[in-house]
């Protein structure tokens, strides 16, 4: 069964910092690039940051470009985001999504992790 589990959420002050990781299983994400998105209450979800299946390129969003920074770690097949300079629009549940690398689209999500920024 194709999982991923998303961990290292919580309740932060604005300002803080935070560490997501993605865990993948019955997959190898070393075929996959990789993808973080949220959501926000009320709003859509969104893309906030991507790597591809080597680690050698990323994309982010504008809104998090030079707070956040994605990576992984293939051999642990594990995603990470880690979250600098937080603020109050950074709270959302925060999803990982795998695509292969031959596809369009991601074929795997996450349950989500909620990120809660106080300010």
């Known amino acids: 069964q194709v999982q991923l589990v998303e961990s290292g959420g919580g309740l932060v002050q604005a300002g803080d910092s935070l560490r997501l990781s993605c865990a993948g299983s019955?997959?190898?994400?070393?075929?996959?690039?990789m993808g973080w998105f949220r959501q926000a209450p009320g709003k859509e979800r969104a893309r906030v940051a991507t790597?591809?299946?080597?680690?050698?390129?990323?994309t982010y969003a504008d809104s998090v470009k030079g707070r956040f920074a994605i990576s992984r770690d293939n051999a642990k097949n594990t995603v990470y985001l880690q979250m600098n300079s937080l603020n109050s629009e950074d709270t959302a549940v925060y999803y990982c999504?795998?695509?292969?690398?031959?596809?369009?689209?991601?074929?795997?999500w996450g349950q989500g992790t909620q990120v809660t920024v106080s300010s």
């Open positions: 999504a795998a695509r292969h690398w031959t596809k369009a689209g991601y074929d795997y």
């Open positions: 790597i591809n299946w080597t680690g050698t390129s990323t």
């Open positions: 019955g997959l190898a994400l070393s075929n996959y690039a």
